[in-house]
């Protein structure tokens, strides 16, 4: 294999979503992929993609409020999510590494600060990934290390919350 394709999945699902206004599905972020390379003028002939992201939280928690229950996996979002990574899945030269997403109680939204009563619809649900940014290091160290491509091209977001597509010669 001539180039590793390592995708942080919740950067790529964000930013389509804020530009497009909807899900990115399977087939666009392998239209995404095969732009990308041409950009960076890599042959498409030879690359293997490795994308990083966690099945939607599947917890069943209350509401911070009223206490009523409340279950992530009931959220049409949820499905979608599950559906993204199977075709992903399916995708050829594809292979997807998976995290895990834990909820971490509610937080409150900026819109509510002051605002007396709080409702539930005043929170959102605290998630943090959990095992993708090991999982991404380990990747990179065993495709450099084991010389299974020349080059890795990484996509995932800076920590100033702008996108980065690094490209490098592995060594």
């Known amino acids: 294999m001539d180039t590793a394709v390592m995708i ?13 206004r909807r899900d990115i599905s ?29 099945k939607p939280c599947s917890e069943r928690t209350s509401l911070p409020i009223t206490h009523g229950a409340y279950n992530f996996d009931a959220n049409p979002q949820y499905a979608k999510g599950v559906n993204l990574i199977k075709e992903i899945k399916l995708l050829p030269f594809f292979a997807v590494r998976e995290g895990m997403l834990s909820f971490n109680g509610w937080t409150l939204k900026p819109s509510c600060y002051g605002m007396n009563p709080l409702t539930d619809s005043c929170f959102i649900p605290n998630l943090k990934q959990k095992g993708v940014d090991i999982k991404i290091g380990l990747d990179v160290a065993w495709v450099s ?13 800076r920590e100033s919350g702008r996108g980065l597509i690094q490209s490098g010669k592995t060594c």
């Open 8 to 20: 942080d999945g919740a950067f790529i699902r964000k930013k389509f979503r804020s530009a497009k």
């Open 26 to 54: 399977a087939p666009e972020i392998q239209q995404f992929v095969i732009n990308t390379l041409g950009i960076l003028n890599i042959p498409d002939r030879n690359y293997r993609v490795y994308f990083y992201d966690c």
């Open 145 to 157: 290390f084991n010389r299974i491509a020349s080059s890795i091209i990484f996509i995932s977001l």
